[in-house]
């Protein structure tokens, strides 16, 4: 068995003049949960529709385990839960009857299908809504038909497209904990424009723009500065209530190995005093001590600032377009 259930190599995509996907590598190995993520038209749908063996790729190669997906489309889609962006769901038909439609158009096995349908029902919570018509129901609710609908086969692989769109938030967390579950036995990679959701489900975002990937990271790192930079904010106060000088404060703090900037910021109230500190790698929160203590000064706050993933997201992800 490879180790690696995606591998995707120098994948590309052109739509006449327009390139999609350019160059794009990656390997996901068996059982993580990849968050992949990208502004509108990064090429994020693309990516998963060739991966899936529905779309060509104009150059590159993409494997799902050791199946090539261009040359057997038919082997892949078997390891391959698909749930595409705008899932395509028979209106008409009663959810149970969906479901035994699409067992059958998955060839799984005549005996097998009552069993394999019942527990993709259990599993994605649709035992009250069997009976009932696919357009009676909520987006959430066809999200999980959907789900299920990709989980019958068996597939090893999950490749979810923006599986929480049009969701409310309470959908969202449902979708999101089903998703959790499946990935405790399941590799998956899904897609999303909402971080949160990578930052809670994922153990690996893979970050595209414009056809090509930007980052490559888990969501701790990514928040954190991937060179383990970061920021601490302190508020200061003179030891014997004296008034500050924030001039000479920004001076000694400057001056303190690893810091790369420091600005002034708002205390908590007359005679304190707020400041952002930016570091490199290290840690500065020890000799922050000492040079409180140096310049008679007392500490009343001292916390972390963590770069948000959207933070991350934006820089990584700024076009510059002309406005
Ligand atoms: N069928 C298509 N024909 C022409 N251009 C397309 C087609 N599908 C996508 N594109 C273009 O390819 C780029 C990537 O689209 P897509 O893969 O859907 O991005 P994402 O899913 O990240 O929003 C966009 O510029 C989009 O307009
Ligand atoms: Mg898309």
Do not use: W
């Not at 390139?19 to 949960?33: I, N």
């Not at 205390?267 to 707020?274: D, F, I, N, R």
């Amino acid at each position: 068995m490879p180790s690696s259930m995606i591998r995707i190599e120098g994948l590309t995509k052109h739509y006449g003049p327009t390139q999609a996907v350019k160059g794009l590598s990656f390997e996901v190995p068996r059982g993580q949960v990849v968050g992949f993520l990208g502004p509108n038209g990064a090429g994020k749908s693309t990516t998963m529709r060739i991966l899936a063996g529905s779309l060509n790729p104009t150059g590159g190669k993409a494997f799902v385990g050791d199946v090539n997906v261009v040359e057997d489309p038919v082997g892949a889609r078997k390891l391959i839960g698909y749930l595409p962006e705008s899932n395509p769901l028979y209106d008409e038909m009663m959810v149970v009857d969906y479901l035994r439609f699409v067992a059958d158009v998955r060839s799984v096995p005549k005996d097998l299908r009552a069993p394999r349908i019942k527990s993709a029902v259990e599993r994605c919570g649709l035992t009250g809504v069997v009976s009932k018509d696919i357009n009676q129901l909520s987006r959430g609710y066809r999200q999980r038909v959907g789900l299920a609908a990709a989980i019958l086969h068996e597939p090893d692989l999950l490749i979810l497209d923006e599986p929480t769109a049009g969701l409310d938030p309470n959908q969202i967390v449902e979708i999101r904990n089903l998703i959790k579950d499946l990935g405790k036995e399941k590799t998956v990679i899904l897609s999303t424009h909402i971080l949160s959701e990578v930052q809670s489900t994922c153990s690996r975002v893979l970050i595209i723009n414009e056809g090509r990937l930007v980052a490559d990271d888990t969501p701790e790192r990514l928040t954190a500065g991937a060179d383990g930079s970061g920021e601490v904010f302190v508020v200061l106060g003179h030891r014997h209530g004296q008034p500050l000088d924030a001039a000479t404060i920004r001076a000694s703090l400057s001056a303190m190995a690893g810091v790369t900037a420091v600005e002034v910021a708002e205390g908590e109230g007359a005679g304190t005093l707020g400041f952002r500190i930016r570091h490199g790698a290290d840690d500065v929160r020890r000799t922050l001590f000492e040079t409180v203590v140096k310049n008679d000064l007392v500490l009343l706050e001292v916390r972390r600032t963590h770069v948000s993933l959207e933070d991350t997201f934006r820089k990584l992800t700024d076009n510059k377009r002309a406005a």
